[in-house]
């Protein structure tokens, strides 16, 4: 770089020229570094550290050993760049071989150099590894085992493994007296050390050969090491090569001598057994006594007692071996006991044998005979019945049936059961049994499902059994209970060791039960369309099986409700219900042979449901009774006691006529009806309201031979929905022969109120055969017959007898304004309708229905049904409205509404007598059912201990409501609810 100079000259082509100077300056810049290759050695598993920069160049400026950077780094190690710009490298663990790697350096003014390599060797370096031996025990007795272990070891004595894939062998060799012979286990002349191990151990076992040999040392050796495979760079025997032990003998003679206990393994009972002791040697060689020789010998019990045998348990008995004998025989006899027992072992032994003769003398010897037993055992049956199980499900435990077996004699130590594996898959109720035997209790249980059927339980004394029923067993459907059948049970022996040893039959043999019918119950009540009754049918009892219950119909009449045909329906649960077509329910009578009480006497209820109609039944009349006029413009006939017929006439002119009567028959106007003349009847009952006659079945007759048409007319007839009708007929004849005729039901029509009859030419008279109509004012009899049958097929029929007498007392009905209607003493049913009304039933049992408004209703004494109806009602009670102590009152809210806010209320202030906020639980219980909550009241206090009926003065079913809602469970918990939501009023 720098400044330098050129000179030219130009030339033209004429001969001219002229020179000039062009000066030029070169302006310096920066050469980069020059880096040249090194290279170096090392030993392996050595770093080395390389001046790289030592010959590298720079021609203008300086080399910076800070700017030194590995730009290829080496495969086989790892290299540092130091702070003098020189590079250590560290070759990977046990690697040589040739390695690289490569960096730059930068000058003074920022240039980089090429990249240089530095290639570097790692020469190998030898590591031998060592094999060693070791052994854990310096000594060990015969019987003994011996662990001898060969290692790999490096120079510092830690163990090195051999690589994967390899394999190193070790020879061996063993010395020393334990070598020889069979003192020992097999020895092996080799082992190998597998990849991934470090070490292999060798098992030695001292055999016992009841030799006396003293102490043997057994030494072994590594005579050599190879390494297959190449794990290491050298394998080499070990400094500590060899191992050291010895086996060491017990004391004693060579061989002991055995005495030996021989004799039977089994003897039957009864029976006597031989035995013998003899003595032989290791090889089982007699051995000869020198001088008589005492062996004692001792009985010890196993299973067997003292008294099963001859001798007893620890009894010993001495027995002479003559000198030069090497036996000696004894009897044991065995006892026939005639019990049944397991078989039962005793066991002989030699307690001790009196003689110096031998150093050593073995007598452990023992033989244990087991006593064959050849007695039998055997269990009676019982008899039961499925009538039992109503002794034994109720709360007297004192009047509970059970049925006891004997066993025969049977030891007590024999373990007895009873097969669960019972043959004939019985059922209860339809359910499969099942069997379940419980160790503990020696109890059988069976059951059927969740029900427990019975059980059979075994004395701890083996010689007895019980048997207790607690549900009925399916017997087949055979008619009646006179048939049984059995059950085969095995009662189980076992020994000691749980091994069956004989077995037995157990008889249970049941006999079958059949629902039964002793007498009718009858019920009688007013038909006022209010009736509640519920009670036990103490003249039944139902079977143990399931029982299923089916009404009788056939005897009851045709019955009505307000003109309407009442439908009859078996719901097949035990439930009967009379209701009209349209759902409306107007009586329910209820049998629940699953509901019954500790004499297996199931629960019946009826209930007249209706009040707000009448309740009736199909009434014929043959004759009647004249009860007004008679030749005159109105005759009146009275039909029974249910209906009236009304009768007016008009003449062919349309005016008024006479309606005559003579011996029956009917005529206008005299005896005969002329042409155009009209018979006008009208139907009422007693009371004034409409009659409802479903048929008149009448005679006519004509006068002389002339011949006659009359046409009749249902002028109002009433069908299902409610319309009026009307529909008509003629009937024609000749002479004066009878001829019946009928008006009857036609178009729907369910019962008619008017008829005419006109007549259209001749000259006639009517009489009435036969009236028939729906009469409400006679008594019901409603004989409803039922039909129970079990399980079984056992049936047994009865009859609830319900008489519904004429209704008395008073039927009141308010208006839209605020009325106050007071009942009777009777029976009465009182209907606020609108307004705020007061009703008062009085005495008797009354409905009272305060309709729309708010009422207050106070049903008074006798047995109530109350309906508040819409509004906020309040139903009273006063201090003469309650029963005596343990016969209350049973009144019925059938609506009582608990809304808080413009609901219901209970007034019982005027009916507690000394009441106060701390002592409500002393007057009122509350308990839930089924149906609703009932409030039980002692007017007086009489609940201070707890609830008692016989403290009882008043019963409150709330039908449909449930005071406990909310997580409320007590009396006080209710009131306090009651109280502060405004629904309880005490004082």
């Known amino acids: 770089h720098g400044p330098t100079t050129i000179q030219y000259t130009i030339e033209d082509g004429n001969g001219g020229s002229d020179s000039a100077t062009v000066t030029i300056d070169v302006v310096a810049v920066n050469?980069?570094?020059?880096?040249?290759?090194?290279?170096?050695?090392?030993?392996?598993?050595?770093?080395?550290?390389?001046?790289?920069?030592?010959?590298?160049?720079d021609v203008d400026g300086a080399l910076v050993p800070a700017t030194v950077q590995i730009v290829g780094g080496p495969a086989h190690g790892s290299v540092v760049v130091n702070a003098d710009g020189t590079v250590t490298y560290s070759p990977d663990a046990n690697y040589n071989g040739p390695d690289s790697f490569s960096y730059t350096v930068a000058d003074d003014g920022g240039g980089v150099s090429n990249a240089a390599s530095v290639a570097v060797t790692t020469t190998p370096v030898e590591v031998p590894v060592f094999a060693e031996i070791s052994v854990d025990q310096a000594s060990v007795s015969e019987g003994g085992t011996l662990i001898y272990s060969v290692t790999l070891k490096d120079a510092n004595g830690d163990p090195v493994p051999v690589a994967a894939g390899n394999m190193v062998e070790v020879a061996l060799d063993w010395s020393g007296p334990a070598s020889l012979g069979d003192d020992t286990s097999a020895l092996p002349t080799s082992v190998t050390i597998?990849?991934?191990?470090?070490?292999?151990?060798?098992?030695?076992?001292?055999?016992?050969?009841?030799?006396?040999?003293?102490?043997?040392?057994?030494?072994?050796?590594?005579?050599?090491?190879?390494?297959?495979?190449?794990?290491?760079?050298?394998?080499?025997?070990?400094?500590?090569?060899?191992?050291?032990?010895a086996i060491v003998d017990d004391i004693g003679s060579e061989d002991p001598v055995f005495a030996l206990v021989e004799g039977p393994e089994t003897v039957a009972e009864g029976d006597t057994g031989s035995y013998l002791i003899k003595l032989v040697d290791g090889d089982g060689l007699p051995v000869s006594v020198p001088a008589d020789t005492i062996v004692t010998v001792r009985f010890t019990n196993g299973t067997a007692e003292d008294d099963d045998y001859q001798y007893g348990d620890g009894l010993t008995a001495d027995f002479t071996i003559p000198a030069g004998a090497s036996t000696v025989s004894f009897p044991v006899s065995t006892v026939d006991d005639a019990v049944f027992e397991a078989d039962e072992d005793f066991t002989v032994s030699i307690d001790s044998l009196a003689t110096a003769a031998f150093e050593r003398i073995d007598t452990s010897s023992t033989l244990t005979t087991r006593i064959i037993d050849d007695d039998s055992f055997a269990a009676d049956g019982i008899t039961g019945d499925d009538d039992d199980v109503n002794e034994n499900v109720d709360s007297n435990v004192a009047n509970d049936i059970i049925h006891q077996g004997t066993i025969g004699a049977v030891a007590e130590d024999v373990t007895l059961?009873?097969?669960?594996?019972?043959?004939?898959?019985f059922t209860s109720n339809g359910v499969p049994i099942?069997?379940?035997?419980?160790?503990?209790?020696?109890?059988?249980?069976?059951?059927a499902g969740a029900t427990l059927v019975f059980t059979v339980i075994l004395s701890p004394a083996n010689d007895s059994y019980s048997f207790q029923q607690f549900a009925a067993i399916d017997h087949p459907l055979l008619p009646g209970e006179d048939h049984s059948l059995d059950i085969p049970l095995s009662l189980l022996a076992h020994?000691?060791?749980?091994?069956?040893?004989?077995?037995?039959?157990?008889?249970?043999?049941?006999?079958?039960?059949?629902?039964?019918?002793?007498?009718?119950?009858?019920?009688?009540?007013?038909?006022?369309?209010?009736?509640?009754?519920?009670?036990?049918?103490?003249?039944?009892?139902v079977s143990n099986?399931?029982?299923?219950?089916?009404?009788?119909?056939?005897?009851?009449?045709?019955l009505v409700f307000d003109g309407k045909p009442v439908q009859v329906i078996d719901h097949g649960d035990g439930r009967l219900t009379g209701e009209l077509a349209d759902g409306t329910l107007v009586f329910r009578v209820s049998i629940d042979p699953a509901l019954v009480d500790a004499n297996d006497s199931p629960q019946y209820s009826f209930e007249l449901l209706n009040p707000l109609g009448r309740l009736g039944v199909e009434g014929t009349a043959e004759s009647y009774t004249v009860i007004t006029g008679g030749n005159i413009d109105t005759l009146a006939l009275a039909f029974g006691n249910f209906l009236i017929d009304t009768m007016t006439a008009t003449a062919s002119d349309g005016s008024s006529a006479t309606v005559n009567t003579n011996n029956s028959w009917i005529g206008i106007g005299g005896n005969w009806f002329d042409p155009s003349e009209v018979l006008f009847m009208d139907f009422t009952d007693p009371s004034g309201a409409d009659g409802e006659v479903r048929g008149l079945d009448m005679v006519v007759e004509g006068q002389g031979g002339a011949p006659y048409e009359l046409q009749w007319t249902v002028t109002a007839a009433i069908d299902l929905a409610g319309n009026t009708i009307s529909y008509s007929g003629s009937v024609?004849?000749?002479?004066?022969?009878?001829?019946?005729?009928?008006?009857?039901?036609?178009d729907g029509a369910l019962y008619f109120t008017d008829v005419t009859i006109t007549d259209v030419s001749g000259n006639f008279r009517v009489a009435f055969a036969l009236l028939t109509a729906n009469d409400y004012e006679s008594g019901i009899p409603l004989e409803l017959g039922y039909v129970l049958t079990d399980a079984d097929g056992d049936v047994a029929t009865g009859i609830l007898d319900i008489d519904l007498t004429a209704a008395t007392g008073v039927s009141l009905t308010g208006g839209n304004d605020a009325d106050s209607l007071v009942g009777t003493s009777s029976d009465d049913q009182i209907f606020g309708l609108g307004g705020n009304d007061l009703l008062v039933g009085g005495a008797g049992s009354d409905h009272l229905d305060g309709g729309s408004g708010d009422d207050r209703i106070l049903g008074g004494s006798g047995d109530d049904e109350l309906l508040g109806g819409l509004g906020a009602d309040t139903f009273a009670w006063s201090l003469a409205d309650s029963g005596a102590s343990g016969s209350p009152n049973q009144d019925s809210i059938l609506d009582f509404d608990t809304a808080a806010s413009?609901?219901?209320?209970?007034?019982?202030?005027?009916?507690?007598?000394?009441?106060?906020?701390?002592?409500?639980?002393?007057?009122?219980?509350?308990?839930?059912?089924?149906?609703?909550?009932?409030?039980?009241?002692?007017?007086?206090?009489?609940?201070?201990?707890?609830?008692?009926?016989?403290?009882?003065?008043?019963?409150?079913?709330?039908?449909?409501?449930?005071?406990?809602g909310g997580g409320l469970t007590t009396d006080q918990q209710v009131i306090q609810d009651l109280l502060s939501k405004g629904k309880l009023i005490t004082d």
């Open 31 to 57: 050469d980069p570094p020059v880096a040249n290759d090194d290279s170096a050695s090392t030993p392996e598993n050595t770093a080395i550290t390389v001046d790289v920069l030592a010959n590298d160049s």
């Open 194 to 245: 597998v990849a991934g191990a470090d070490s292999v151990d060798i098992a030695v076992v001292a055999i016992d050969d009841f030799l006396a040999e003293g102490s043997e040392a057994l030494i072994a050796t590594i005579t050599a090491a190879t390494d297959i495979g190449g794990s290491f760079d050298a394998l080499l025997v070990g400094a500590v090569a060899t191992a050291s032990s």
């Open 417 to 425: 059961s009873i097969d669960t594996d019972v043959v004939g898959g």
């Open 434 to 447: 099942g069997y379940a035997w419980d160790a503990g209790t020696r109890t059988l249980t069976a059951t």
């Open 495 to 541: 020994d000691d060791d749980g091994v069956q040893i004989a077995s037995a039959p157990i008889a249970l043999t049941i006999w079958d039960d059949a629902p039964e019918v002793t007498g009718t119950k009858t019920i009688v009540t007013a038909n006022d369309g209010s009736h509640k009754e519920t009670g036990t049918l103490t003249e039944v009892t």
């Open 545 to 558: 099986d399931i029982t299923e219950l089916a009404w009788d119909t056939s005897a009851l009449p045709s």
């Open 732 to 746: 024609s004849g000749a002479g004066n022969g009878d001829l019946p005729f009928q008006i009857g039901l036609q």
């Open 902 to 964: 413009g609901g219901d209320i209970l007034d019982l202030h005027d009916l507690l007598q000394g009441e106060s906020g701390a002592t409500l639980t002393d007057f009122l219980h509350f308990e839930q059912t089924a149906s609703g909550t009932v409030l039980h009241v002692s007017k007086n206090g009489g609940f201070a201990g707890g609830y008692s009926a016989a403290q009882e003065n008043l019963a409150i079913s709330l039908d449909g409501v449930d005071l406990f």
